[in-house]
């Protein structure tokens, strides 16, 4: 009987996951992979191979793997017969390991076993407070009779806060299904900080002064940001109805301006809970520009997909990332034209695609523009062009009560990475669009002709967060005397003198003397650098009334604003002494005219 020699190529084609791909109608391939992150993040892999002879003919004399890792070391091998000296060479997809079977595995049903081990830094990275670990997936899944992982990581990291695909009692164990064609994604941590700066160009072409304003990275219910300068000072910031921090500026003609906004965020996994009102839900399902839901190709496809679930997985199975159009900066083509054009989108059309088809389903969503933290461009790739911007979509979970992120966009370029079921640390949200699919613009997008090439954007990882984060001055504007028997009208002003956001919450006015004595005032978010005005009204107290009435504001949470109560006093008088503004002043006038007249008749009485 003769044999034949079959040389094995085992190739590993990866961007950010490499994928396992192999295949021989002669023998079947097992493959048990164990990967053992140290406290540095050095991953030791250890490959155990099986290959079952499944004809008479053919046998293995020798191997080859294509691994596409930028760094491996101490590349190991062995067989049955004891080691085996690899061939490693490294080339422009990664290293070639290529080996020479101490071992012949002849005969039908026959098993070679072998081990490969190495090195690398690749599979583990800390990106600042957060551990990443990815693991490869499988190209060709039917090519391997079986194909498992174990991922082993110290005790020093903790629990991971994530696994994908999820698994339900977070095992680091994952078989061929699992594993898949987009590998999986494991993080540790549980909050991950970024530094930023960002600059803006302003320009006034008019003859005539303009209000104008800029977009600043807003607090969420996915992250915190607090500001820690912003120069020049805006007049205001503004919360708007999307939740964006809007900083007002007003430009005389022809005026320029470089403004520059520095600050932390911290960025969670999870989102908090916000409540909609109807009016909220409505404006969220609303037609806009680039979101056309009334389309009869759109309405056709909500009636089908129904669910956020289903139209995500539409999205990323129907539209392919066209990476030449991040260079031409080509322009947006909205929901419709990217059905008509499924091979030429980016980030923009994933987004725009997601949001109008959910929408026509009855489900509120909107676009998110920000920064996100990519390793990799062609796995994980931004495309708004502009200082490396990236769009992806939220939707309105109603049993959650809360806004959930997605990306589509990341989850066709990876192949299948699970995007859906929980995002990651890397989105940092600049801008969110939902009652205008174009407004508000998100920075590194206020550039003027002379600033195209200028780097606006400069977003690093942080170790720390301000110190002191929440804190208010609050300011009344009362009549230094008020008349007794009238309204007793003033406003107050809050202002926000910390760099993190002052929530939403209530303020209690209180006083011993004035009526009502106990008033209730909503406020809504106020940013940092921000103010807010509100009238005062007390009601009328007796005529005669003549005092100094105190009353105080407060906040109602004063775990968060220590020490931000206010106690101011208002001068309530008859009307006598508070007459044009000047009190006893006019007492006086009155009494000296009385004394002139007093005299007068005195003197016509003696002249008599």
Aim: glycine share 6%.
């Amino acid at each position: 009987m003769s044999f034949r020699t079959i040389v094995f190529i085992f190739f590993s084609l990866f961007l950010t996951f490499p994928n396992f791909a192999f295949a021989s109608p002669n023998f079947t391939t097992d493959y048990h992979v164990t990967y053992t992150v140290d406290q540095k993040g050095i991953t030791h892999a250890e490959l155990k191979g099986t290959l079952t002879n499944t004809t008479t003919q053919y046998y293995a004399s020798s191997y080859k793997m294509q691994l596409g890792f930028d760094n491996i070391t101490n590349v190991n091998a062995y067989d049955p017969d004891g080691p085996i000296a690899p061939t490693v060479t490294k080339n422009d997809d990664g290293y070639s390991i290529g080996l020479a079977f101490n071992k012949k595995a002849v005969g039908m049903g026959s098993r070679l076993p072998f081990t490969i081990t190495f090195e690398t830094p690749t599979i583990a990275q800390r990106y600042g407070k957060i551990w990443e670990i990815n693991i490869p997936g499988i190209a060709n899944p039917n090519d391997f009779t079986s194909f498992s992982v174990d991922v082993k990581t110290p005790s020093s990291f903790g629990k991971p806060i994530y696994i994908k695909p999820s698994q339900a009692s977070n095992s680091l164990s994952f078989t061929k299904e699992q594993l898949g064609k987009s590998g999986i994604s494991i993080a540790v941590g549980e909050k991950q900080h970024y530094a930023f700066s960002l600059t803006y160009h302003l320009q006034n072409d008019n003859v005539y002064p303009i209000r104008t304003e800029i977009a600043l990275p807003p607090s969420t219910n996915y992250q915190e940001v607090f500001l820690t300068d912003i120069s020049p000072r805006p007049s205001n910031v503004i919360t708007d109805a999307d939740g964006n921090w809007l900083a007002q500026y007003s430009l005389l003609p022809t005026q320029k301006l470089n403004i520059t906004a520095t600050g932390v965020a911290e960025v969670n996994l999870t989102p908090k809970e916000q409540i909609l009102s109807e009016s909220d839900v409505k404006a969220y399902l609303k037609e806009q520009p680039n979101w056309q839901t009334k389309a009869s190709e759109i309405t056709v496809l909500a009636q089908e997909l129904k669910t956020p679930q289903a139209i995500y997985d539409y999205v990323v199975r129907t539209l392919h990332y066209d990476f030449s159009r991040v260079t031409e900066d080509k322009p947006r083509l909205g929901a419709v034209e990217a059905l008509r054009n499924p091979n030429s989108a980016v980030c923009r059309e994933f987004t725009d695609l997601f949001v109008t088809i959910a929408r026509a389903a009855g489900i509120p969503a909107r676009e998110v523009d920000g920064f996100a933290y990519t390793e990799n461009a062609k796995q994980r790739p931004l495309s708004l062009v502009r200082d490396i911007l990236h769009a992806w979509p939220e939707y309105y979970d109603k049993d959650k009560k809360a806004w959930v992120m997605i990306d589509p966009t990341w989850g066709s370029t990876t192949g299948g990475v699970d995007y859906f079921s929980v995002l990651d640390f890397d989105h940092f949200a600049f801008t969110i669009k939902g009652r205008d699919s174009n407004y508000p613009i998100p920075a590194g997008g206020y550039k003027l002709i002379t600033d195209k090439n200028v780097k606006d954007v400069r977003v690093d990882f942080a170790e720390t967060l301000p110190d002191s984060q929440q804190e208010a001055a609050i300011t009344t504007s009362f009549p230094k005397a008020t008349i007794a028997g009238f309204p007793i009208a003033g406003t107050m002003t809050i202002q926000n003198t910390g760099v993190g956001r002052i929530p939403g919450q209530l303020l209690y006015i209180t006083s011993p003397v004035l009526t009502p004595h106990d008033q209730i005032i909503q406020l809504g978010d106020i940013p940092p650098f921000g103010t807010v005005t509100r009238e005062v009204t007390f009601h009328p107290m007796s005529f005669l009334t003549n005092l100094n009435a105190p009353f105080t504001i407060r906040f109602a949470d004063q775990s968060a604003l220590k020490d931000q109560t206010s106690t101011k006093t208002v001068h309530v008088a008859p009307f006598y002494l508070t007459l044009w503004g000047i009190g006893g002043i006019t007492v006086g006038i009155l009494t000296i005219s009385l004394l002139i007249i007093a005299s007068k008749i005195r003197r016509v009485r003696l002249s008599r």
